[in-house]
């Protein structure tokens, strides 16, 4: 069964850029779209953005262009770049699959915490 | 910036029915999108509980059924147990292709 899991800094300078990566085990990047999401302490969830292998990706607007997806399939990973963060930013992250076209997810990473401070 | 609003929680007995509400707008829930559920337990990730209103995933009890309807739709957990104490999140979809969550709802078993 595909397993997800997320590694990366917990913590982050404000202005600095947040940088995650989602490794996927017993499946392939290739196959799905793949999404991150994330949720602020006591929050609900806020969905960032996802992408497939073709290159197509949705970013969500209210982050004004400061979040990235990217895949590398020889490592079967994905990966989150968010640049400029603030105290805002500080959440979990998870990332998650999507069978294509089904337009939710179906397996979700435990997630990574992350917190912006100085 | 949840896009979706939910009741902030709903509380029952054990055995009970409750019901959870989603409203969107005719930009998601109303333009056709269909919504999902997802059910998230104190300190672990969400898990999806229902998709396309209503299909669940293996292992998901019937006591879990959805429905929609215009720009709303409702989570229905019929038969109450302790152990579907978590939080609830609707999501669906918008024209702007972007993914839309619910503002989420505890379910507090009495």
């Known amino acids: 069964q595909v397993q997800l899991q997320e590694s990366g800094p917990g913590l982050v300078k404000p202005s600095e850029t947040l940088s995650l990566t989602c490794t996927v085990s017993?499946?392939?990047?290739?196959?799905?779209?793949w999404s991150w999401i994330r949720q602020s302490a006591g929050k609900g969830l806020e969905w960032l953005g996802r992408?497939?292998?073709?290159?197509?990706?949705n970013y969500n607007p209210s982050l004004k262009g400061r979040v990235a997806l990217s895949l590398d399939t020889s490592k079967n990973q994905l990966s989150l770049r968010l640049i400029s963060v603030t105290a805002a930013d500080t959440a979990v992250y998870y990332c998650a699959r999507e069978i294509f076209g089904a337009l939710y997810v179906d397996v979700w990473g435990k997630g990574t915490t992350v917190t912006v401070s100085s | 910036q949840s896009v979706l609003t939910q009741p902030p929680s709903v509380s029952g007995a054990p055995g009970q029915r409750v019901t959870i509400s989603c409203t969107g707008s005719?930009?998601?829930?109303?333009?056709?999108?269909?919504v999902h559920w997802y059910q998230q337990r104190p300190g672990k990730a969400p898990q999806l509980l229902m998709f396309?209103?209503?299909n669940r995933p293996s292992g998901v009890p019937d006591r879990f059924s959805g429905s929609k309807s215009g720009t709303s739709a409702s989570l229905a957990i019929t038969g109450l147990q302790a152990e579907d104490e978590a939080d609830y999140y609707c999501?669906?979809?918008?024209?702007?292709?972007?993914?839309?969550f619910g503002t989420g709802t505890k379910v507090t078993v009495l």
């Open positions: 999501q669906s979809y918008d024209s702007s292709n972007n993914y839309v």
């Open positions: 396309g209103e209503h």
């Open positions: 017993a499946g392939s990047v290739t196959t799905y779209y």
């Open positions: 992408i497939s292998i073709s290159g197509h990706s």
């Open positions: 005719s930009s998601n829930i109303g333009a056709g999108y269909d």
